[in-house]
C-alpha cells in the first residue's frame, strides 16, 4: 500500500493550536517536515526518528501510521505492524475510513514477521506491543534547530497588488487563502478589487513545479465573476464580467513568503470602453499582467496520513 497524504482539518489545527505552546508546536512542524524530506530521499530510519520526535510533542496518531509506513518499507514487518495497530487503538473513539484495510495489511505483517524470523524457542510467539505513549527506543538528540519553513505547510493565505498591461484593468488588489495538497496541489478561494470600481470572487488552482525550503516556482490558472460599475458616479447599473487567467510565479522564503506572479489575463462581460467614464471592466479584453504579494503558511503539522 503506498502513502496516502491527508491534511488536517482546520478545526483540528485550531484545536492543536489551543491545546500545546507554540514552541512545542512549531517544533513538532520541524520534526515532521524532516521526517517527509527524508522519507522521500529513502532515508527511512531518519525519517522514523523525525516522526517520533514529532509525535513526542504533538501527538496526533496519523502519525503513528507514518512510522508503521517507514517500517515496512524497511521490511521490519514486526514493527510496522504494531505500530499501525497502535494507530487504530488511538482511533478507536474516530475509526479512519480504511480500518478494516489497516487490520487486514496488519494480519499481512505479523504472518510475514513469523515467516522472517529464525525459530527461537527462547523468544516470544508474538510481537511485544510498542510503548503506548512518547517516543520509541529514541536515542538522546542535541536541541534541534530551527530550519527554513517547508513549503510543505497546509493551510495559507496571502495579499498581492498587481498592474495589468492592455486595454483591461491596469491595477488590481487580490486576497487569497487554501490549502496544500498532496505537497503539490494549491487550491484557493479569492477575492479582489480590479481597478477603482470593479470587484471579483473566484478560484484559484496552483501545481507546484520545484520545491525546495527557501523557493517554489509553480504553475496557476484562475476564475473569476465579478461586477462591474458603468460609472463612477452611479450604481444603478453593472454588469458581471467573468474572467480567466493562467500564467506562473515564484515564492520566496519560509513560513512568509514574497510572491511574484506573471499571468495572461482574459476578461468576457462588463462595459464597452466607449460607453464608460470609470476605470472598469471593459468587454473581451486580454492583458499580460504582474502580481506581488505576500503569503503565510498557517498550522503545526499540515499532514500525516499518506497510503
Same mark, same amino acid.
Given at each position: 500500500?503506498?502513502?496516502?497524504?491527508?491534511?488536517?482539518?482546520?478545526?483540528?489545527?485550531?484545536?492543536?493550536?489551543?491545546?500545546?505552546?507554540?514552541?512545542?508546536?512549531?517544533?513538532?512542524?520541524?520534526?515532521?517536515?524532516?521526517?517527509?524530506?527524508?522519507?522521500?530521499?529513502?532515508?527511512?530510519?531518519?525519517?522514523?526518528?523525525?516522526?517520533?520526535?514529532?509525535?513526542?510533542?504533538?501527538?496526533?496518531?496519523?502519525?503513528?501510521?507514518?512510522?508503521?509506513?517507514?517500517?515496512?518499507?524497511?521490511?521490519?514487518?514486526?514493527?510496522?505492524?504494531?505500530?499501525?495497530?497502535?494507530?487504530?487503538?488511538?482511533?478507536?473513539?474516530?475509526?479512519?475510513?480504511?480500518?478494516? @484495510?489497516?487490520?487486514?495489511?496488519? !494480519?499481512? *505483517?505479523?504472518?510475514? $514477521?513469523? &515467516? %522472517? /524470523?529464525?525459530?527461537?524457542? #527462547? =523468544?516470544?510467539?508474538?510481537?511485544?506491543?510498542?510503548?503506548?505513549?512518547?517516543?520509541?527506543?529514541?536515542?538522546?538528540?542535541?536541541?534541534?534547530?530551527?530550519?527554513?519553513?517547508?513549503?510543505?505547510?497546509?493551510?495559507?493565505?496571502?495579499?498581492?497588488?498587481?498592474?495589468?498591461?492592455?486595454?483591461?484593468?491596469?491595477?488590481?488588489?487580490?486576497?487569497?487563502?487554501?490549502?496544500?495538497?498532496?505537497?503539490?496541489?494549491?487550491?484557493?478561494?479569492?477575492?479582489?478589487?480590479?481597478?477603482?470600481?470593479?470587484? @471579483?470572487?473566484?478560484?484559484?488552482? !496552483?501545481? *507546484?513545479?520545484?520545491? $525546495?525550503? &527557501? %523557493? /517554489?516556482?509553480?504553475?496557476? #490558472? =484562475?476564475?473569476?465573476?465579478?461586477?462591474?460599475?458603468?460609472?463612477?458616479?452611479?450604481?444603478?447599473?453593472?454588469?458581471?464580467?467573468?474572467?480567466?487567467?493562467?500564467?506562473?510565479?515564484?515564492?520566496?522564503?519560509?513560513?512568509?513568503?514574497?510572491?511574484?506572479?506573471?499571468?495572461?489575463?482574459?476578461?468576457?462581460?462588463?462595459?464597452?470602453?466607449?460607453?464608460?467614464?470609470?476605470?472598469?471592466?471593459?468587454?473581451?479584453?486580454?492583458?499580460?499582467?504582474?502580481?506581488?504579494?505576500?503569503?503565510?503558511?498557517?498550522?503545526?503539522?499540515?499532514?500525516? !496520513?499518506?497510503?
Amino acid at each position: 500500500m503506498r502513502g496516502r497524504f491527508v491534511v488536517f482539518p482546520l478545526c483540528a489545527a485550531v484545536a492543536v493550536a489551543h491545546a500545546q505552546p507554540a514552541q512545542r508546536r512549531q517544533e513538532a512542524a520541524d520534526h515532521f517536515n524532516r521526517a517527509q524530506v527524508a522519507e522521500k530521499e529513502g532515508h527511512y530510519e531518519e525519517a522514523i526518528r523525525e516522526y517520533e520526535l514529532a509525535y513526542s510533542l504533538v501527538a496526533h496518531a496519523d502519525v503513528l501510521y507514518n512510522i508503521g509506513f517507514d517500517y515496512e518499507k524497511l521490511q521490519d514487518f514486526g514493527r510496522a505492524a504494531d505500530y499501525y495497530q497502535r494507530y487504530l487503538d488511538e482511533r478507536a473513539n474516530d475509526p479512519p475510513p480504511d480500518a478494516d @484495510a489497516v487490520r487486514a495489511k496488519i !494480519r499481512d *505483517l505479523r504472518a510475514k $514477521s513469523v &515467516a %522472517v /524470523v529464525p525459530t527461537d524457542p #527462547a =523468544a516470544p510467539s508474538e510481537p511485544q506491543p510498542p510503548p503506548t505513549s512518547g517516543p520509541v527506543d529514541m536515542p538522546p538528540l542535541p536541541p534541534p534547530t530551527t530550519p527554513p519553513a517547508s513549503p510543505l505547510a497546509g493551510w495559507h493565505g496571502g495579499l498581492s497588488y498587481g498592474l495589468g498591461f492592455g486595454d483591461a484593468p491596469t491595477q488590481r488588489f487580490l486576497a487569497h487563502g487554501g490549502i496544500r495538497i498532496a505537497r503539490r496541489f494549491d487550491a484557493d478561494a479569492v477575492i479582489g478589487g480590479f481597478g477603482k470600481n470593479d470587484r @471579483a470572487a473566484g478560484v484559484l488552482a !496552483r501545481v *507546484l513545479v520545484t520545491r $525546495s525550503p &527557501a %523557493v /517554489v516556482s509553480f504553475a496557476r #490558472a =484562475a476564475a473569476t465573476i465579478g461586477y462591474a460599475k458603468q460609472d463612477a458616479s452611479s450604481i444603478a447599473e453593472t454588469k458581471f464580467p467573468f474572467g480567466f487567467e493562467a500564467g506562473g510565479g515564484v515564492q520566496i522564503g519560509g513560513k512568509g513568503k514574497i510572491e511574484v506572479d506573471a499571468v495572461v489575463r482574459w476578461l468576457r462581460g462588463g462595459w464597452d470602453a466607449a460607453s464608460t467614464t470609470a476605470d472598469s471592466f471593459v468587454n473581451d479584453e486580454i492583458a499580460f499582467a504582474i502580481d506581488v504579494g505576500v503569503a503565510v503558511d498557517f498550522g503545526a503539522i499540515a499532514g500525516a !496520513r499518506r497510503e
